[in-house]
């Protein structure tokens, strides 16, 4: 049997986190919705910081894919140990 770390399913939780983000912007909900707002309040430490190294994209938010990319590679590691 295949237990998945605890590490493992928080980092799959905020994955989910993340891409709720992302379809909450494309929907425009409101920013007093509770969705919008814990989603933000969540993931706005880490996607402010990559979004400043980032190039600007022509008014594209590349950072959720560049934190799913990183999520990928940190589950990789994960996997391993």
């Known amino acids: 049997m295949n237990q998945v770390s605890p590490l493992a399913q928080l980092i799959n939780v905020y994955s989910f986190i993340v891409l709720a983000r992302v379809i909450v912007s494309w929907i425009q909900l409101p920013p007093n ?26 008014g594209l ?9 990183l999520i990928t590679v940190i589950e990789g590691i994960i996997g391993r140990i």
Not at 39 to 55: A, F, G
Not at 61 to 69: E, Q, Y
């Open 61 to 69: 938010d590349f950072s959720p894919i560049l934190v799913f990319l």
């Open 33 to 58: 919705n509770p969705i919008v707002y814990y989603s933000r309040m969540l993931t706005e430490p880490l996607l402010e910081p990559i979004r400043k190294l980032l190039p600007a994209g022509g």
